[in-house]
């Protein structure tokens, strides 16, 4: 079993994002909530609130779900994961050696041939490839799931680890070769990957999908920020595409589907649309 993560989002953070997505001031969502401006600052920066919050108001304020926002500020936790059911795939966790902020990458493989697939690069490619090396693998694929810095700050010298090892990109930056394109899928050995658009936390978001493992296990969306398990990375004025983006590609996978997200705890298709407040 993988352990229980703290959500990347508390409830603050949830607040906090959703206010300066629907462009809500402090004062109207400290009334809705029934607390003082100095109160409810304190709420979206602790994630603590000094006395109960009226959810049902502050949730049509800030176009969330109340009982699903008020399941997150009980202390919700997705489901731990057993990843023994996905012998061939391996959360890297690193951290921002500046300001410790932790990001996952994930790395899968196929059993028979050991050609592997890297997803994002999190900060250290020493982690990365010790696991490489353990494992005895040939890094065939690189996806990114957004060009953001901290999914990709590892990216330079693993390339220089893996010179032929091809690049996957959403980004207009990335070379034309390295591109996404719809209905595009990789084999490696018996698994296959495809990609879907999820645009929202950013312009380049891409959502890759890793099916056909061995013993039936359910697929695996590697989703970058554009889902957390109860939250989902910042869209700020693009929030109604990112939700958007989100239940047509994402949700529309099987419930038991694992999402593999940026930060925090790995959560189902199904966890998600029970207990995260972003979705009504």
Not at 36 to 45: G, V
């Amino acid at each position: 079993m993988l352990d229980s993560v703290m959500l990347e989002d508390s409830i603050g953070d949830i607040l906090r994002k959703a206010r300066i997505s629907v462009s809500a001031t402090l004062e109207s969502v400290a009334a809705a909530a029934g607390l003082s401006t100095a109160d409810y600052e304190k709420l979206e920066d602790s994630g603590r609130a000094s006395k109960a919050i009226q959810y049902q108001a502050v949730a049509r304020l800030l176009t969330l779900d109340a009982k699903k926002l008020e399941r997150i500020s009980s202390g919700w936790l997705p489901a731990p994961v057993d990843l023994s059911l996905w012998r061939e795939l391996r959360v890297i966790t690193t951290a921002d050696p500046e300001d410790g902020m932790k990001v996952h990458a994930y790395l899968v493989w196929d059993e028979v041939t050991r050609e592997a697939a890297l997803f994002d690069t999190g900060f250290e490619a020493d982690l990365i490839q010790k696991v490489v090396d353990e494992n005895q693998l040939q890094l065939k694929h690189i996806f990114i799931t957004h060009s953001h810095g901290d999914h990709v700050a590892a990216l330079t010298p693993l390339r220089s680890l893996h010179p032929k090892a091809r690049l996957h990109s959403s980004s207009k930056a990335a070379p034309a070769e390295s591109r996404n394109r719809a209905n595009d899928f990789i084999n490696l050995g018996s698994l296959r990957i495809t990609n879907r658009d999820t645009p929202g936390h950013a312009d380049d978001g891409v959502t890759y999908v890793v099916g056909n493992w061995p013993e039936d296990a359910s697929h695996v969306a590697i989703v970058g920020d554009a889902i957390f398990a109860g939250s989902i990375g910042g869209a700020r004025d693009q929030l109604e595409l990112a939700r958007a983006k989100v239940r047509e590609q994402i949700f529309s996978l099987p419930a038991e589907t694992l999402i593999c997200p940026g930060h925090g705890p790995l959560t189902t298709v199904g966890e998600e649309k029970a207990n995260n407040p972003w979705f009504l």
